[in-house]
Nanobody, 126 residues
Framework: QLHFVESGGGLVQPGGSLRLSCTAS????????VGWFRRVPGKEREGISC????????KFADSVQGRFSISRDNAKNTVYPQMNNLKPDDTAVYYC???????????????????WGQGTQVTVSA
C-alpha cells in the first residue's frame, strides 16, 4: 500500500521550531510532487506547502509563508518539512501526500493528492 510515514511532531513553545520527516512507503518518490497539509479538529484539511519531484518548485500557503520551509532527499525517499517561529494557531496534525499525476505543484488542494499517512501531532503551547 502506498502511504507516507510522518514523524517529528511534538510539543513546542511559541517561537520554537520543529523539523518533520515524511518517508514514502511502497513507492519511490523521485518524480512526484509532495504536498504538506495540516488539520485542526473540526476543520477541513489545509494545504500549506508543495515541493516538486526535483525540488525546483516550492509553494507555500500565505498562513505559513516566511516561517515554514520544505526540502527533500529522493535518495532517502523522504521529505523534510521545517517549521520555525511556531504559533499556537499552528497546532494541528500534519500530513504529507503525493501527487501521483506527476504535476509539479499546480495545486495544494488535498483532493489532488494520494498516499496519505497517519500524520504527526504538533502542539504549540507555553
Amino acid at each position: 500500500q502506498l502511504h507516507f510515514v510522518e514523524s517529528g511532531g511534538g510539543l513546542v513553545q511559541p517561537g520554537g521550531s520543529l523539523r518533520l520527516s515524511c518517508t514514502a512507503s511502497g513507492f519511490t518518490l523521485d518524480h512526484y510532487a509532495v504536498g504538506w497539509f495540516r488539520r485542526v479538529p473540526g476543520k477541513e484539511r489545509e494545504g500549506i506547502s508543495c515541493i516538486s519531484g526535483s525540488g525546483s518548485t516550492i509553494k507555500f500557503a500565505d498562513s505559513v509563508q516566511g516561517r515554514f520551509s520544505i526540502s527533500r532527499d529522493n535518495a532517502k525517499n523522504t521529505v523534510y518539512p521545517q517549521m520555525n517561529n511556531l504559533k499556537p494557531d499552528d497546532t494541528a496534525v500534519y500530513y504529507c501526500a503525493a501527487d501521483l499525476s506527476l504535476r509539479p505543484c499546480f495545486t495544494i488542494v488535498p483532493s489532488a493528492f494520494d498516499s496519505w499517512g497517519q500524520g504527526t501531532q504538533v502542539t504549540v503551547s507555553a
